[in-house]
């Protein structure tokens, strides 16, 4: 068991927390996807203590152990809304042992739907944030000592004319929705693209909203965008292998789809039937009553692929986390404590050791040295 835990601190991790009342969230085993799941409903209007999400797992010279950085936004619900929202920055060295607090912002390089915080896997100076004045990403060379706008150029015109002709009348911009940073290049941006009236920025509106087809690549960190692919699902997140730049993984119209070339062909990986059905719930008040939510699918939330491992990835959705090691031919399901819909925000691999997951979920953050096999609760801190 010492070596064991030895070789568990190798591991450096940045969470990001929110409070919210806890629960136990240990897991054992993973499921086969054919075994039927009963899902408590989404968590969303109830404040949860341990709500917690990952920033960033790494390792790096001169660290005595794993160390473990949590960004916790304490959030109070009032009115159906969240309000006074208060961030704090935990680090532990010891997974999860003791907690100090650090001045971190938390940008991350773990691409999920809305991330506003982010830093590229290859290049830890390059960062990109979010302004919701503008529906764009700012550019940072430097760690965030200056920050830039980039022209977004779609097609070869500019910004301004490009959402004009898409909408057919002034008044509107192009908005960017990050679905993947590329691993091997800081400057290499994915995202799906909308040209939204500018109003629309600052308070509602009647004008509509026009989604551009198809996902969009950036090879010099947003000044110019070009098609890329019509294979993926609008606003969805893309995963590109840390070794393999050619291996891709995208939710297409049909599921789960991989690309062996850099994008230009996809196919669907593997039998997905119970991955895309629609979810069952329990039915609060209702002993026993369950309830199939007709209204919602498979929403993908990230994709992890093992970066020691081309046919290995971690894909966080709405209905927890599925796993394959054969590049899609067959998919689990983690157990991850009491299956919650929604519960499950995002994971990370540790770099030097990718056996080692770090999940972050409603109720904390788990911990598995065993590709997820087996779970235990880091945080909060459990006696």
Known sequence: MKSRLQTCWL?????????????????????????????????????????????????????????????????????????????????????????????????????????????????????????????????????????????????????????????????????????ALDPHDPLRLFATLWVVPWTALFHPTNLPSHLVPGTFVSSDGGENWAKFTDALLADNPMGIHPANSHVFWGRGREGIVRSNDGGKHWYLAGDQTEMLSHPVVREPGSPGGTAVLESRGLEVIQFVPDPNDREAVFVVTN????????????????????????????????????????????HGILYSDDRGCHFRQIYPQVD
Not at 148 to 171: C, D, I, K, T
Not at 336 to 359: F, M, W, Y
């Open 11 to 179: 591991a450096s991790i940045i969470i990001v927390a929110f409070a919210g009342p806890g629960s136990d969230a240990r897991g054992d085993d993973c499921r086969p996807t054919q075994e039927r799941v009963v899902f408590e409903a989404p968590a969303a209007y109830r404040a949860q203590p341990d709500d917690a999400e990952v920033v960033e797992v790494f390792t790096g010279a001169g660290l005595a152990g794993g160390r473990i950085r949590l960004t916790i936004r304490r959030l109070q619900l009032r009115l159906g809304a969240y309000l006074d929202p208060r961030l704090f920055v935990l680090a532990s060295d010891d997974l999860g042992q003791s907690w100090e607090g650090i001045p971190d912002e938390g940008f991350t390089p773990l691409i999920t739907p809305g991330v506003r915080l982010v830093k590229a896997t290859s290049d830890s100076k390059h960062l990109y944030r979010y302004l919701s004045e503008l529906g764009l990403y700012l550019r940072s060379k430097d760690g965030g000592e200056t920050w830039a706008l980039p022209q977004y150029n779609v097609e070869g015109e500019s910004s301004g004319r490009f959402a004009s002709e898409v909408a057919g009348r002034r008044g509107y911009i192009v908005s960017a929705h990050m679905m």
């Open 319 to 362: 209905k927890g986390v599925y796993r394959t090691l054969d590049g899609g031919n067959s998919w689990v399901r983690l157990r991850i404590g009491a299956p919650e819909l929604d519960g499950i925000h995002n994971l990370a691999l540790t770099p030097s050791n990718a056996s080692q997951v770090v999940v972050g979920t409603t």
